[in-house]
């Protein structure tokens, strides 16, 4: 069997090496699985058996390298990343926001790049694209580096309330005990910037606002950042109502899966019929994340992938 060296390991120090392995080596089992090749350790070398994938896994190693040396980590969602799009260490060099105790927060792929740097430069972003693309968490990253620096004072978050089978109305407790638990995503992505304790209490204070779109009507929104999550789930009236509440001072971005509409089948996504009606206006910016983009576990973008090909 012949073998093609990919990594010299004596010129690196063990820490260094322990990252790019990952625990129970399970890093380079991922790296064996993408490149589809055997991928073996052996005389302080790591070496491939098939000579057409030795330059990709190379540059794999060499990013991993990369990354280490800016994070001084290599966490899963870093290596799945680097597998989906090939080169991401630049991306490692300076975090877009530091979060709550020592964590800090990176844009992973190009897709991510391209929609945060359309937050800064629109007046309303429309992001759509597949689960675990990072667009709901990079709209609240997005939003909490402007609070922090005043640029605005406050924070709206909302979205559209659908009920899956069951009545509002025969669940238990007041309004807000009822549409909590479906904004238990944006309260995690708040409490992963400011923490708990902290996000709890700006809540209380009005700087960062949570409710049901229907809230939202009549309002006029000055001097925040105003996120629609699940936009998908929408009338066109809804959308609409929401759009003309941009105020003064204010940026908007609207977040939805296409694929995951939870509508009655008789009602089209207002988000869909939004995209075609204002995709000409050159203050909205409309992004379309992929598959590519997904960071989660490695097994997300294979539930995916089996999904768009049906």
């Known amino acids: ?19 790019v392995f990952g625990n129970g080596d399970g890093n380079l089992k991922l790296i064996a699985e993408s ?9 302080n070398q790591v070496f491939v058996t098939d000579e057409s994938k030795k330059a990709e896994a190379e540059n794999i190693f060499r990013e991993m390298v990369e990354i280490y040396k800016s994070k001084k980590h290599i966490a899963t969602e870093d290596v799945v990343t680097l597998l989906n799009n090939g080169s ?25 790049k391209t929609l945060y740097e359309a937050f800064e430069k629109h007046d309303i972003t429309i992001v759509t694209g597949p689960a675990g693309t990072g667009k709901t968490f990079l709209a609240v990253v997005y939003a909490s580096n402007l609070l922090k620096q005043g640029l605005i004072r406050k924070i709206i978050v909302t ?26 995503p944006i309260y995690d992505s708040f409490a992963e ?20 779109l229907a809230y939202m009507r009549g309002r006029t929104l000055n001097d925040a950042v105003v996120i629609l999550d ?45 995209i075609s009606i204002v995709k000409d206006i050159d203050e909205i910016a409309i992004i379309e994340m992929s598959r590519k983009d997904v960071v989660r576990h490695p097994l997300v973008q294979k539930i995916i992938e089996a999904y768009e090909k049906q």
Do not use: H
């Open 35 to 43: 490149l589809k090749c055997q991928l073996g350790v052996e005389d």
């Open 230 to 274: 699940e936009a998908q789930n929408t009338t066109g009236m809804q959308i609409k109502m929401f759009m003309t509440r941009l105020g003064f001072n204010s940026k908007m971005i609207i977040t939805g899966d296409v694929t995951q509409v939870d509508l009655p089948a008789s009602k089209p996504s207002g988000l869909v019929k939004a």
């Open 88 to 112: 991401t260490s630049s991306f490692y060099k300076k975090p877009i926001a530091n979060g709550y105790g020592s964590r800090s927060f990176y844009l992973r792929t190009k897709g991510q």
């Open 1 to 19: 069997m012949e073998k093609y060296i990919v990594w010299e390991l004596n010129n690196y120090d063990v820490d260094t090496i322990m990252n």
């Open 193 to 212: 910037i400011f923490g708990q304790a902290n996000v709890e209490k700006m809540m209380e204070k009005g700087v960062i606002e949570v409710a049901p």
């Open 159 to 184: 979205r559209p309330v659908v009920e899956a089978g069951e009545s509002l109305g025969f669940l238990p407790g007041d309004l807000k005990e009822k549409v909590d638990p479906y904004l238990i």
